[in-house]
Structures are given as structure tokens and as C-alpha cells.
């Protein structure tokens, strides 16, 4: 249940967004058949694992509430078109994580549709069901909001029924209850046809915080010991990383039974630093979340990222600035951990809230008229040909933001001090200056040093002592380190990794 350093963990993740990435028949709407035309794209840019957002049926544009566990949204195409995706990714060393969405259903679900029939339905149990006077009397009728769920009112009506049922995101959304057995054994039946059946490498695990209301929050922890132990005896090898959406003490608990949990703490520090120019003590933070993981896992998996499709663009974050945009893409892909890149960092994409504005169409081309296999199944009001550059243009301009991640991500890939996953290798380097982030990357065949200058000023470097023998450059975003580090200082917004002479 729990990560074998013998087994391959791919190094660069990738989210994609389906219904945004690739269209590969025109309809506007992208589909699997899209990204397997887009498969060599993600194996050149150094990417070694896909987390899909769903892909079942839905009546949503999201698709993340479920109406069949066992097929393909017809806009995506078939289970056939799924299982192709999986031996092309394979046949490319890439991963394919499931977008598994068991907090919940859709209302649409036959699971709900027979519950909310009547009381005595053999479904009812599925779902979370009260009277309002029993509601009231456990003082659950509102909760504070969250930041994975704005609802202040939980509870929503079921027409000429006593009860309500209880529907933590959305009323279209009912939370399913896991004290029922018989929805324990449906899960069951999901889990091995998506890992054994169908041959997915793992899942991406939404809302694992809430498998359990707020009222039984301590439930949710020993759910994941029952899931793990499922996942282990069906797939040994599966891989699962899990949305917590807390603090990094809530988060920690959870290491115990998943490979990997997402970095929220720091997915925001990262956006604060660069957009305010100034570290936080982002370092000395980091190493005291590893020491908590440690305790629960001592092969715990950092998955780390900018923002993902909940978060606004770090592109919009930090105004469209494309030296921070390259900054934060500097820092995410040198610190330890497992980075998951959201569709479109790499070409520096916009998007802020509402959510369908942070999960625009990919800019492939600027073929605006035809579209080609740009999707249009929405307006774009942030990414668009007069705001970003498409792909097909970043690849010819050496400076673009597509070509900094190519460089990043493939040194990432190949120093083995910057790919280390497990038991995090990272040291802060003090250079006395708060504009100025610095960590020491060790490893026994080649250590490294990481300087980021957060500032919008030339900043003078001067090493510790200790690592004034760290001299040979080998990236710098500020081309007048291109014969070497040799006028100690760093331009505006700059990042340098150096190694020893």
C-alpha cells in the first residue's frame, strides 16, 4: 500500500483538463483520441505520468459528478478509445492516473435516483439521509466554509420527503456513506475493474478529506487503511495520490496509507513568494512538513504544483509577468518532490475564477478561424492568441516559457540531486537577503546549489564559505552567466543552478 523504492515513480506528472486539452474531431469538445495524438508532445516535454480529470459520464462540463463508474463520457468517446490511450502512454513510459470521484455521485446516479425514492429503498443507505429535527439536534445544519467547498448549507430537500440528504459541494452532489457495506462491496467491484480490467496505473483520489461528513471527520483517515489494503491485494504496484485540501497537519495523517497527498501549503507559498517578491521562510517551513510526513511514512511522496483546476493560473497570479511566470515554473521544478504540471503552465496560460475560466482551451495553434485541434467549447477570455503565445510559436522562440520548462523538466530528469524523491534532499543556504531564495540540493555523485532572485532588482550573490567551490553553472535564466558564474550577480526574477568545480 505504500511506495516501494524499487518501483518506478514517474518524476514529472501532468493534469490534464479533458475537456480542454485536445479536440480530435471537431466537435470543439477535447477527447481521448486527442491526447493520444498529443502523446509524443507530452514524452518530449519529459512528462512520465497523466492525471486525467474524469472522464465518466456526467451531466456536468467537469465531469466530477459521476453518473456510471464503468463507462467513457460519450463526448470523450469509449472504453475502447480509453484502453488505446493506456498502450500508447505505456508504449511511451507514461502513466495514466483515474480521476477517482467516490466522495460523492451525481443525483443523476441509478444509485441515487433509487434512493430518493423512499426510505425503504435498498439504495438509501448509500447516501447520507436526516430529518431536520435530527439535524438540528447535532447542531450540522451550516459549516463553515472551506477552501475545496464554498456551501454553507449541506443539507438539501428531497420533494415530499421527510428527509434530506446531505451534499457537501453541490446539491447535485450527494455524499455517498461508507458505513454502508453493501457500497463498500460496489467499490470494490470500481476499483478492480479501473486497476485489473482495464489497466489504469493508479488513481487521483478527490476530496479524500470528506469521504466522511464533518461530524464523523475522524472516519475519513481509517477509510483510506480499508482503500489501501484494496488497492494493494488488486494492484500491488497502483499508485494513488490523494486531494487534501487542509494544512500541512491535517494533510500529514494521511501519508500513512497513500503514496502521495498534494502540497496546498506550499502550492500557495509558492504563489505568495513570487507575486510579493520576498521569501517566507519557505525552506525552513518545507523541512518541517517532511519531518511531520516522516513520522506517519518514511517513503512519503510530496506531490508538488503551482495551481491546478480549482486554483487560479499562476500566469494570472502573477499578472501575465512572463520572467515571474518562468520563475515559479524555476522554483516548482528545483525543489524535492513529485511536480504536477496543470495543462498549459508550460505555455504560461491565464485563467482566474469563475472555475471555467481556469480551464480553458489549450492553445495549440493560432488557427482561430478553423480552430483545428484547439477546443472551443468555451469562450476564452484569459488565454487567447492576443494574450499568450500559442505552442507552435514557443517552440520557435528559444526564450519562451515552453522552452524553459523543456530545459528545466530534462535537467530535473537527469541530475540526480534535483530527481530525488524519496527522503527529500534539500538544505536552506543563507544569503541574507529575503528577496533572495537559496537551497542546497545534496547528493553523493553531484550536489547542487539553487539561487532564485525574487526581486525586480540585480541582486549581488556572495556564497557561504561552505559552498564557494559552487561555481560551474549549470542553468541560468540570466544570459550573462553563459560563460560561467563569474560577476556574482543574479538579474531581475533569475534563477541559477550551480554545481562545484
Known amino acids: 500500500?505504500?511506495?516501494?523504492?524499487?518501483?518506478?515513480?514517474?518524476?514529472?506528472?501532468?493534469?490534464?483538463?479533458?475537456?480542454?486539452?485536445?479536440?480530435?474531431?471537431?466537435?470543439?469538445?477535447?477527447?481521448?483520441?486527442?491526447?493520444?495524438?498529443?502523446?509524443?508532445?507530452?514524452?518530449?516535454?519529459?512528462?512520465?505520468?497523466?492525471?486525467?480529470?474524469?472522464?465518466?459520464?456526467?451531466?456536468?462540463?467537469?465531469?466530477?459528478?459521476?453518473?456510471?463508474?464503468?463507462?467513457?463520457?460519450p463526448e470523450y468517446g469509449t472504453l475502447d478509445d480509453f484502453r488505446m490511450l493506456l498502450r500508447e502512454a505505456h508504449n511511451r513510459n507514461i502513466q495514466v492516473y483515474l480521476d477517482l470521484i467516490i466522495n460523492h455521485t451525481s443525483t443523476l446516479h441509478p444509485w441515487f435516483a433509487e434512493a430518493r425514492k423512499s426510505r425503504d429503498n435498498v439504495f438509501r443507505n448509500f447516501y447520507w439521509w436526516m430529518t431536520p429535527p435530527q439535524i438540528e439536534s447535532?447542531?450540522?445544519?451550516?459549516?463553515?466554509?472551506?477552501?475545496?467547498?464554498?456551501?454553507?448549507?449541506?443539507?438539501?430537500?428531497?420533494?415530499?420527503?421527510?428527509?434530506?440528504?446531505?451534499?457537501?459541494?453541490?446539491?447535485?452532489?450527494p455524499d455517498l456513506n461508507y458505513h454502508s457495506e453493501e457500497l463498500r462491496h460496489e467499490l470494490e467491484k470500481i476499483i478492480r475493474f479501473w486497476l485489473v480490467e482495464v489497466g489504469v496505473d493508479g488513481f487521483r483520489l478527490d476530496a479524500a478529506r470528506h469521504i466522511y461528513p464533518d461530524w464523523e471527520k475522524e472516519e475519513s483517515i481509517g477509510f483510506w487503511d480499508y482503500f489501501s489494503r484494496l488497492v494493494k491485494d488488486v494492484k500491488p504496484e497502483a499508485f494513488t495520490v490523494a486531494e487534501v485540501?487542509?494544512?500541512?497537519?491535517?494533510?500529514?495523517?494521511?501519508?500513512?496509507?497513500?503514496?502521495?497527498?498534494?502540497?496546498?501549503?506550499?502550492?500557495?507559498?509558492?504563489?505568495?513568494?513570487?507575486?510579493?517578491?520576498?521569501?517566507?521562510?519557505?525552506?525552513?517551513?518545507l523541512l518541517d512538513s517532511y519531518a511531520l510526513f516522516e513520522k506517519y511514512n518514511p517513503l512519503f511522496i510530496d506531490a508538488i504544483m503551482l495551481t491546478n483546476h480549482d486554483q487560479d493560473r499562476i500566469g494570472s497570479v502573477v499578472g501575465n509577468n512572463k520572467d515571474?511566470?518562468?520563475?515559479?515554473?524555476?522554483?516548482?521544478?528545483?525543489?524535492?518532490?513529485?511536480?504536477?504540471?496543470?495543462?498549459?503552465?508550460?505555455?504560461?496560460?491565464?485563467g482566474t475564477k469563475p472555475d471555467p475560466y481556469i480551464r480553458e482551451p489549450f492553445l495549440w495553434s493560432e488557427d482561430e478561424e478553423n480552430h483545428s485541434e484547439n477546443t472551443h467549447w468555451i469562450d476564452a477570455q484569459f488565454s487567447t492568441n492576443q494574450t499568450i503565445m500559442p505552442l507552435v510559436?514557443?517552440?520557435?522562440?528559444?526564450?519562451?516559457?515552453?522552452?524553459?520548462?523543456?530545459?528545466?523538466?530534462?535537467?530535473?530528469?537527469?541530475?540526480?540531486?534535483?530527481?530525488?524523491?524519496?527522503?527529500?534532499?534539500?538544505?536552506?543556504?543563507?544569503?541574507?537577503?529575503?528577496?533572495?531564495?537559496?537551497?542546497?540540493?545534496?547528493?553523493?555523485?553531484?550536489?547542487?546549489?539553487?539561487?532564485?532572485?525574487?526581486?525586480?532588482?540585480?541582486?549581488?550573490?556572495?556564497?557561504?564559505?561552505?559552498?564557494?567551490?559552487?561555481r560551474n553553472v549549470l542553468f541560468s535564466s540570466d544570459l550573462s552567466h553563459s560563460d560561467g558564474f563569474i560577476n556574482a550577480t543574479l538579474a531581475p526574477y533569475s534563477s541559477l543552478i550551480l554545481s562545484a568545480i
Open 1 to 73: 500500500m505504500i511506495a516501494d523504492k524499487s518501483k518506478f515513480i514517474p518524476r514529472i506528472c501532468y493534469e490534464i483538463f479533458v475537456r480542454s486539452f485536445c479536440d480530435s474531431n471537431g466537435d470543439g469538445i477535447g477527447d481521448l483520441q486527442g491526447i493520444i495524438s498529443k502523446l509524443d508532445y507530452l514524452a518530449e516535454l519529459g512528462i512520465e505520468a497523466l492525471w486525467l480529470t474524469p472522464i465518466h459520464p456526467s451531466p456536468s462540463y467537469h465531469k466530477y459528478d459521476v453518473t456510471d463508474y464503468y463507462s467513457i463520457e
Open 138 to 173: 447535532l447542531g450540522i445544519s451550516k459549516r463553515e466554509t472551506s477552501d475545496d467547498s464554498q456551501v454553507v448549507y449541506p443539507w438539501h430537500d428531497n420533494p415530499e420527503d421527510q428527509e434530506k440528504y446531505y451534499g457537501l459541494f453541490f446539491k447535485g452532489m
Open 324 to 350: 515571474k511566470i518562468k520563475l515559479a515554473a524555476s522554483i516548482l521544478l528545483t525543489l524535492p518532490g513529485q511536480p504536477y504540471i496543470y495543462y498549459g503552465e508550460e505555455i504560461g496560460m491565464l
Open 245 to 285: 485540501w487542509a494544512e500541512t497537519e491535517e494533510v500529514a495523517p494521511y501519508f500513512k496509507y497513500l503514496n502521495a497527498t498534494f502540497h496546498f501549503d506550499l502550492s500557495f507559498a509558492l504563489q505568495r513568494i513570487v507575486l510579493h517578491e520576498k521569501d517566507e521562510a519557505m525552506i525552513e517551513k
Open 393 to 470: 510559436e514557443q517552440k520557435r522562440d528559444a526564450a519562451s516559457i515552453y522552452n524553459h520548462y523543456h530545459f528545466l523538466i530534462s535537467l530535473r530528469k537527469t541530475e540526480p540531486a534535483l530527481c530525488q524523491i524519496f527522503a527529500p534532499n534539500l538544505h536552506r543556504v543563507c544569503l541574507h537577503d529575503d528577496q533572495l531564495l537559496a537551497y542546497f540540493r545534496p547528493h553523493v555523485d553531484k550536489s547542487l546549489v539553487i539561487i532564485h532572485n525574487l526581486s525586480g532588482y540585480p541582486k549581488h550573490i556572495d556564497l557561504p564559505e561552505d559552498k564557494a567551490d559552487f
